[in-house]
């Protein structure tokens, strides 16, 4: 892992996001990508601004976001290049990746609340829409340091072997231990386990520290939060699986549900 885009709208999550991630690429000598997205008000385009104003707004933008990057340069000692773009959130990240080359994406979480329960927000949109990987960070948390990694995983599917090197790849930087865990709802399922994933995963591991633990649970959510703090993980690992428009209508993803009620860091790994 080289370099990490971390976005921001200067809002106080996103705050939080960029100095857990300009000090995480401090201790791990990375690069940032500063993007932040600038679209033009929808009432300012009924209002029928004219051009040079909205060009006054874009160089005000540009000239904020390189200040920003300035100051993180300065202040971790770290290389931070600004990076400004204008239309849809997801396109333009995905834009943002390739030209940068970049390695993983750092957004901050908004708290819990009604709406982001029914409606999401940037962060889950972004989750479920952009293939690379993604650190959400939640308001309350800092950065200090990650020794332990809860990788949970449907361990019945199998895990592809680019997730699995993701992973390693994480734990590796950052010298952790990883957790593999999976919640099972009935304790019959526990037997139904493909030892021939679990090898597969062990295999796609080696060469880190790690262990595998189970439980069996009706509430897949609640048991990993319980995981977390019984383990006193810095760091969830989750796979989002993907369902189709009927299913989508009455699922809930497990990994949006956690990004928007966890207490640590969440990395959503998408192939």
């Known amino acids: 892992m080289k370099k990490v885009i971390v976005a921001t709208n200067f809002s106080e999550e996103a705050e939080n996001a960029t100095i857990y991630a300009a000090q995480a690429a401090a201790a791990l000598n990375l690069e940032l990508v500063l993007f932040n997205l600038h679209n033009v008000s929808i009432h300012a385009l009924n209002a029928r601004t004219s051009s040079n104003s909205m060009n006054h707004g874009l160089a005000l933008a540009k000239l904020e976001l390189a200040e920003a ?63 690379y990987p993604i650190m959400a960070i939640p308001k309350s948390v800092k950065f200090e340091g990650i020794k332990k990694i809860l990788f949970a995983c449907d361990v019945t599917k199998g895990v592809h072997g680019i997730i699995l090197e993701r992973v390693k790849s994480v734990a590796r930087s950052f010298g952790a231990k990883v957790e593999v865990f999976y919640v099972c709802r009935k304790q019959h399922e526990l037997s139904a386990v493909d030892t021939e994933h679990l090898d597969s995963i062990y295999a796609g591991l080696d060469g880190i520290d790690y262990s595998y633990n189970n439980v069996t649970s009706d509430s897949v959510v609640e048991s990993i939060k319980d995981e977390i703090k019984e383990t006193s993980s810095d760091l969830l690992v989750m796979v989002p699986y993907k369902y189709g428009f009927l299913s989508s209508m009455v699922h809930r993803s497990k990994t949006r549900m956690m990004a928007s009620e966890s207490n640590v860091p969440l990395l959503s790994l998408n192939l």
């Open 69 to 131: 990057a300035q100051k993180l340069e300065k202040e971790y000692q770290i290389k931070v290049t600004p990076h400004i773009a204008s239309g849809d959130i997801t396109d333009e990240l995905n834009r943002c990746f390739v030209t940068h080359e970049a390695d993983m994406l750092v957004l901050g979480m908004p708290e819990k609340s009604v709406e982001q329960d029914l409606l999401g927000n940037t962060t889950t949109l972004v989750i479920n829409k952009i293939k």
